[in-house]
Every structure is written in structure tokens, then in C-alpha cells.
């Protein structure tokens, strides 16, 4: 079982349950958030580059 953050979401999807929490972002900066923001949006650019020239070879 994992242990419980601060849920900020919880639901179910059939047999499932998910939990949502915001741990990632507690005690940080609106600077660092957006920094991590900016992080994640060049990893998926990234991403989405590279399929697309797998696609054309």
C-alpha cells in the first residue's frame, strides 16, 4: 500500500482507486513549479519530435 500524501483527488475506474496528490508542488516556489512545468513541456516536444521523424524514415 502506498503511503497516503496530500490527496487532492480520489476516484475509482472499475476495481481501481486512484489517488491524486499534490506533493510534488508543497513547499516549493511558484518559480520552481514553473520550472518543472518547463521541464516536462521540452520532454514532451522531445518526444513528439523524435516520432515524428521514426515516422518519416
Known amino acids: ?4 500524501g496530500h ?3 480520489e ?3 472499475g476495481n481501481t ?3 491524486i496528490c499534490d506533493d ?7 518559480k520552481d513549479i514553473d520550472r518543472t512545468l518547463h521541464n ?3 520532454i514532451g516536444r522531445r518526444i ?9 524514415k
Do not use: D, Q
Request: net charge positive; aromatic share 6%; glycine share 4%.
Open 7 to 9: 490527496v487532492v483527488k
Open 48 to 56: 513528439l519530435i523524435n516520432k515524428k521523424t521514426e515516422v518519416k
Open 1 to 4: 500500500m502506498v503511503p497516503a
Open 17 to 19: 482507486t486512484y489517488r
Open 40 to 42: 516536462i513541456a521540452v
Open 24 to 30: 510534488a508542488y508543497r513547499n516549493r516556489t511558484s
Open 11 to 13: 476516484g475509482k475506474i
